[in-house]
């Protein structure tokens, strides 16, 4: 069942990131284009509440989704299983949240 649950889970975080990926590239393609240097870019987005959630809805995405992967890796591979494999996931989610979200705070803060 838990399987199941977390079968879900990264396929419905992979459709969160489908397009949150696309527009990122999307951004940073236009971005080059039109010359903006780093400097331009971080003038734009402090104090964004749009880029804020944009960013910081994909840093949780991809913690989630990342944390499910490696799980199913590291029981397969490592043989890690029960609380161990589950406490393992649980740090590395977080892990990846935190900077995640540390980052996006770093750009739009």
Known sequence: ???????IMQRLTALIMAPLVIGHIGVMIYAVQNGLSAEEILGRTQGSYF???FYGTFALAVAIHAAIGLRAILHEWVRLDGMVLNLVCWAIAAGLAGLGLQAVYSVTG
């Open 51 to 53: 880029w804020a959630i």
């Open 1 to 7: 069942m838990i399987n199941a649950r977390l079968y």
